[in-house]
């Protein structure tokens, strides 16, 4: 699970949870106006319909939640880009090395 080690790191999930509770707002607002929801459902969704910042601890973790989730694939993903990434770097540098050593070899001789 994505949980932050640094202020940094917060920041990003705090920012991610933002974006994904405004698609949500967008999301329910859109639907409220094209569908018939239950009074209740409207109750409880227009009160939440207020930017991140201002909800409350439990409604922002499950943004959270949702958000920990794209930052755990994209986290998989960039690691996987960054292994491939040092791999051919580290075989570039082996070659030029034994490039190099040739080099060194021919002009000793």
């Known amino acids: ?9 917060n920041k990003l999930l705090e920012a991610v949870s933002s974006v994904f509770h405004d698609a949500w707002v967008e ?3 859109s639907l409220a106006e094209k569908e018939q929801l239950s009074a209740e459902r409207l109750a409880r969704w227009s009160i939440l ?5 201002e909800l409350d601890g439990k409604m ?14 994209t986290s998989f993903v960039a690691q996987q880009h960054f292994e ?10 082996k070659k ?5 050593e040739k080099e060194k070899m021919g002009v000793r001789l």
Do not use: C, G, H
């Not at 699970?1 to 790191?9: G, I, N, V």
């Not at 973790?61 to 694939?73: G, I």
């Not at 491939?84 to 540098?93: P, S």
């Open 1 to 9: 699970m994505f949980e932050p080690k640094s202020t940094s790191s």
């Open 60 to 73: 922002k973790e499950e943004d959270r939640k949702w958000a920990r989730k794209v930052l755990e694939t």
């Open 27 to 29: 999301w329910s607002k």
């Open 49 to 53: 319909w207020v930017p991140y910042e």
């Open 96 to 100: 030029r090395n034994q490039r190099e």
């Open 84 to 93: 491939k990434w040092a791999n051919n770097l580290e075989k570039r540098l």
